[in-house]
């Protein structure tokens, strides 16, 4: 069983796509697989439930007002079980700011729970703060999406600096899964990506890009998997391919 957070501090690269279309590919596959929406955002939350109130959330985990078994929900035309967030979750680093062991209470709380499950991903917001932190002890790997249009060399050193500072000052070892390249439309610009990536870092690019397609969008919008949603479309098959990468 694998933990695997899904980051980048950099908004709307399709981190929570890439989390709940991979989970529902995995979980259309027969695998038993939970989403934990970690974003005060909760786009994963309303991209599967549209606005639903929840009486546990991954909030009232993290902060000991409720047990992790009730927060679990089925998460209905996707297939996966899933953990909800709200906004409330936004406050949490000041909350847990003078708790001992804050880094870890994710990592306690999934313990419970993890052996339920062939796999867990954890969808992180465009955040390294202490949400993301506790993502991290919690996980064996990330996946970090990529917009080629918007790459920054940036971007991912300070990622890596990230998981340099967990393993150094927390001695959690984290390994980088892949790069998934999201919502691209000009393939030279992925080459020049890779290229990139791969001279400067040696971190492993995923074969399977995701191009810019209105149906993944849509399919968000209408509380679908872009499989069930357009099967045949390009978004579709992409993110089939890429599920079974990632799971290899
Ligand atoms: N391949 C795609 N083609 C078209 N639209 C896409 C694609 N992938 C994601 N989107 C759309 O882009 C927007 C941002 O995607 P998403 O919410 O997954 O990004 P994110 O990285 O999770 O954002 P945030 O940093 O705010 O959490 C959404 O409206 C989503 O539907
Ligand atoms: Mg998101």
Request: hydrophobic residues 40%.
């Amino acid at each position: 069983m694998s933990v695997l957070s899904v980051i980048n501090h950099k908004g709307g690269v399709a981190k929570t796509t890439t989390s709940i279309n991979v989970a529902a590919n995995w979980a259309a596959q027969g695998k038993k697989v939970l989403v934990v929406d970690l974003d005060p955002q909760s786009s994963a939350t309303h991209a599967v439930f549209g606005n639903r109130d929840f009486d546990t959330t991954i909030y009232d985990v993290l902060t000991n007002r409720g047990r992790i078994s009730d927060a679990i929900i089925s998460g209905e035309n996707f297939g996966f079980d899933m953990i909800p967030s709200e906004l409330l979750l936004s406050g949490v680093d000041i909350e847990l700011a003078a708790h001992y062991g804050r880094e870890r209470i994710l990592k306690r709380q999934l313990d419970l729970i993890r052996r339920d499950y062939d796999a867990i991903i954890i969808d992180c917001s465009p955040s390294l703060g202490l949400l993301t932190v506790n993502a991290l002890m919690a996980s064996q790997d990330i996946i970090i999406p990529i917009c080629p249009e918007y790459f920054s060399i940036k971007g991912i050193d300070l990622i890596l600096d990230t998981l340099k500072n967990i393993r150094v000052g927390l001695g959690h070892k984290i390994g980088v899964r892949g790069v998934v390249i999201t919502r691209y439309r000009n393939r030279k610009v992925i080459n020049d990506v890779i290229e990139k990536l791969s001279a400067k870092y040696g971190i492993h690019v995923f074969d399977s890009f995701i191009p810019d397609n209105i149906a993944v969008e849509e399919a968000h919008h209408n509380h679908l998997p872009v499989s069930k949603y357009s099967p045949r479309c390009k978004g579709a098959q992409a993110y089939c391919s890429l599920s079974e990468e990632i799971w290899q």
